[in-house]
């Protein structure tokens, strides 16, 4: 078999596969168009990351086992059925803007087949225990062999050494052994959890990091590298300030609740009708805040941050004593006015109705194949020239599968094959098999 790679062109500053797709006239592509990702994850981590690729405008090739798929395909209620299917919501968060291909990656007959997507691909991410790709003769040395210039990310939930590194990382394990949950919940009560799956996204996100950097060395070396990361790195690069008072201060922190635990007066409060959060940063903004709620700001007892700290529970308790007199859109108006940073605690109907949330683009909204059109959260990046989008809703399960090896086409070992990307109009880019 020849080792010899397809020639590659520039796309900005960024080589990537030759033959890219090219938008049709008048159509804006993403930042990333015409980058490849092979997306061999599952669950959230991986997926959340890819689909942030795909977003900005990478081509993404879910591969999807033929035993249901991905594990997130099942996870429900809520799941939104209709006489065409059945869908999960948690499904559809995560796995928007990429095509599905049900794949045995066990079958040999499926070997030339995987080793062309493997050739086209710029990235590829796995969240597989350590182990599994050697085992599936997807180890690092062949994928290199395979594609010399591929940036190949691995998730995994302890790390990909280590004498925790074979354990299965879920997120809320990761929550607990990452410490997160030990500084999180009200002074006295139990320790929780994040509401949304923290240690998952931040692995996702980093990932999305490592990639882009790998992507931007590429271009001096000419060679692709494994990048890695986990849940649990994430957790503690999350730890911040709490892991500095740690480490450098020697303090372990606990429980904090819904106030800051170095900043005073920096929390939630309630209002006659509800809660609001108010944010008093530094000394002149105490300075203006005080009088609204009837306190002198030189009062010795809360003149300086730290005092403040230190007198807490009296602050609070005069603070609530006037804050209950009035509703929260009257306290936030005054607060604005004065300059003190506030802002109302909602729920989520509350937020995804709110005009600048609308304003912003932060909910999507695309026609899926078997649900009709549904909204979902919208990426929170904007850019100038290259914008991201919702190109395609999430995809049922296989959906691509015939159009992707329509496309392959394999017929031995001197095959070639036309994939092309899902609104590609050029001529096809090849993937190479050989």
Known sequence: MRSSQPPRREIGHLNVSAESDVASPGVERGPLAGVHVLDLSRVLAGPYCTMILGDLGADVIKIEQPNGGDDTRSWGPPFMTTPEGRESAYFLSTNRNKRSVVIDLKDPGERVFLEGLVRWADVIVENFRPGVMERLDLGDEQLQRLNPGLVRLSISGFGDDGPESSRVGYDHILQAEGGLMSITGAPGGPMVKVGVPIADITAGLYGVIGILAGLIERVGSGRGQRVSTSLLAGQIALHVFQGARYLVAGEVPGLSGNQH?????????????????????????????????????????????????????????LMTSALSQRDVASWLRDLSSAGVPAGRVKRLDEVYSDPQVRQQNLVWSAPHTTLGTIELPGSPLRFGRSPVSLRFAPPTFGEHTDEVRGEFDASGVDARANLRGPSDTSSPRTIRSD
């Open 261 to 317: 635990p170095t900043v005073s007066p920096y929390g939630v409060f309630e209002a006659h009708d509800g809660s609001l959060v108010i944010a008093v940063g530094n000394e002149a903004i105490w300075e203006r805040f005080a009088p609204l709620v009837a306190i002198e700001p030189r009062d010795e007892r809360f003149a300086t941050n730290a005092l403040r700290l230190a007198h807490t529970r009296e602050l609070n308790e």
